[in-house]
């Protein structure tokens, strides 16, 4: 058993598989899955768990190069930016509009849902190599 980080068995599976660019995506829980990606539903009840718990534990188990969120969310919901750009840093983050970031969560490897019901809580985080060469 796993002493410490995420246990879940499909977040742990989908993470570890994750290579240089691949793509995972953190939403709340009205965001649209798109057929063919896996969904991993981690929704208890509104607001359990949160946008930011799940954030920060995916980013504690994966290295990641770049994040997209919806630009919307720098009026709608300054809250989930402040918690992305903070963890990563704001030059790692990029903002697109919601309707693109909708069409780019088609190629992720695998899409969480949280507990979250603040719109715009959203974020793609593409996987990097730091470290490895």
Do not use: W
Not at 6 to 20: E, V
Not at 32 to 40: A, K, L, S
Not at 63 to 73: G, S, Y
Not at 104 to 126: D, H, M, Q
Request: hydrophobic share 45%; charged share 20%; aromatic share 6%.
């Amino acid at each position: 058993m796993k002493k410490s980080g995420i246990i879940n068995p499909a977040l742990c599976r989908a993470i570890a598989s994750m290579g240089h660019t691949d793509s995972i995506v953190i939403c709340d829980a009205g965001l649209p899955v798109p057929q063919g990606v896996e969904r991993i539903d981690l929704s208890l009840v509104r607001e359990v768990p949160s946008f930011s718990q799940v954030f920060h534990a995916i980013v504690n188990e994966l290295q990641v190069e770049q994040a997209v969120m919806a630009e919307e969310a720098t009026s709608e919901n300054l809250q989930a930016v402040q918690v992305v750009t903070e963890a990563l840093g704001e030059d790692k983050v990029k903002f697109v509009p919601h309707s693109k970031l909708k069409e780019l969560t088609e190629s992720a490897k695998a899409v969480v849902r949280t507990g979250e019901f603040r719109p715009y809580a959203n974020v793609i985080l593409y996987s990097g190599v730091e470290g490895l060469f």
